[in-house]
């Protein structure tokens, strides 16, 4: 038997009258038929709204207005089709044909996914960018154990130098190396420690005094709470964002964050010394939270429309597998809302 899915709105007014069509072909050309109202679904009004009623025929597809003779050749096609699949793949398709029309518990999975992506991403990101900040309250509180597992947990993700992270419960909320020259405490006098030992800066986690490290450093939090930010908004009102051009994406989020983090090189290399007439810098809180942020909103903003063009694509076939098995359980009752 032949599928049929027929895309039309709640308030068509030729709904009927092209199922009465298809109706009338059926002895000829037996089939079964979904309908599927579009403005029920965001997804389906995106990608359909604008062409209904529309009747998908196997591979076929024909925008109203069409008569009889155009569905029965459409039909007849659809049939010729089928038969020349099911005799070069034998058993094996028709198998195959059977399992698309069963709603499985992966679709379900899937299609809650679809519903409820956005949450999924936004729950994660806080999470991930949430709880850096429970390990220095964490140490305040003289828990070392679980603070130390936060901290080794995101050392993978972040290189965590005390001189480029924001500090809680402290004389100042963050430490600059002097060659930042943003005066207040530097990280040398905090932490006693040179400028140029990474390891020691790494595990370098703070006193009482200086108070105690966030656990990823002050970009990785603009770029991931930009991130949640941009994320919130885009589940809200955004969804209709168009991609930002990758273009824009590069001169926007990576360019100042590159030219950012590598002019810093210089100062952390044991350079020999022919070669100390580089330029020596070391960037400030401020400028590592504002080309971390424009990354992290850059980055959401080529991304997540993406996201949602390819949630959307699988939200649509399984929609339309839904209405097929539908139909096939119930032909009295061969739509989907």
């Known amino acids: 038997m032949i599928n049929v899915t027929l895309y039309t709105r709640s308030d068509a007014d030729n709904t009927e009258a092209i199922l009465a069509e ?3 072909l059926s002895d000829r050309f037996p089939h079964q038929v979904a309908v599927m109202h579009v403005d029920t679904d965001e997804a389906l009004s995106a990608a359909y709204g604008g062409n209904t009623p529309l009747v998908e025929i196997g591979p076929y597809k024909l925008k109203y207005p069409f008569d009889g ?3 029965q050749v459409a039909l007849g096609a659809a049939s010729d089709r089928k038969r020349q699949m099911e005799e070069i793949g034998g058993e094996d398709h ?3 044909v059977e399992q698309g029309k069963t709603i499985t518990r992966s679709d ?3 299609m809650w996914f679809s519903d409820h992506y956005m949450l999924v991403f936004n729950l994660v ?3 991930f960018v949430g709880l850096p900040f429970l390990a220095p309250v964490l140490m305040k509180t003289g828990a070392e154990i679980p603070a130390t ?3 080794k947990l995101y050392s993978p993700f972040c290189h965590q130098l005390g001189y480029r992270s924001w500090f809680l419960f402290g004389e100042q909320a963050a430490y600059p190396r002097a060659l930042a020259e943003q005066g207040g405490i530097t990280y040398e006098e905090a932490s006693g420690l040179a400028p140029d030992d990474l390891l020691g800066g790494r595990e370098f986690y703070g006193n009482d005094r200086v108070g105690y490290k966030v656990a990823i450093c002050e ?3 603009a770029i991931y709470g930009s991130l949640l930010i941009f994320g919130l908004v885009f589940s809200t009102v955004g969804k209709k964002l168009k991609p930002l051009h990758w273009a824009l994406w590069v001169l926007i989020g990576m360019v100042p964050m590159g030219l950012d983090g590598v002019s810093q090189l210089p100062s952390l290399l044991p350079l020999p010394e022919a070669w100390k007439w580089l330029p020596m810098r070391e960037s400030t809180p401020l400028l590592r939270t504002i080309t971390g942020a424009l990354f992290g909103l850059a980055t959401g903003w080529f991304g997540y429309p ?3 063009e390819s949630v959307d694509e699988t939200r649509i076939f399984l929609l339309k597998k839904t209405a097929i098995a539908q139909a096939q359980k119930d032909p009295a009752v061969p739509e989907v809302k």
């Open 149 to 151: 597992v936060i901290y």
């Open 306 to 308: 993406y996201v949602k």
């Open 108 to 110: 379900r999975l899937t």
């Open 69 to 71: 003779p155009r569905l």
């Open 94 to 96: 028709v198998r195959r």
């Open 22 to 24: 298809l109706e009338a």
């Open 125 to 127: 990101m806080a999470l």
């Open 219 to 221: 970009r990785d939090v």
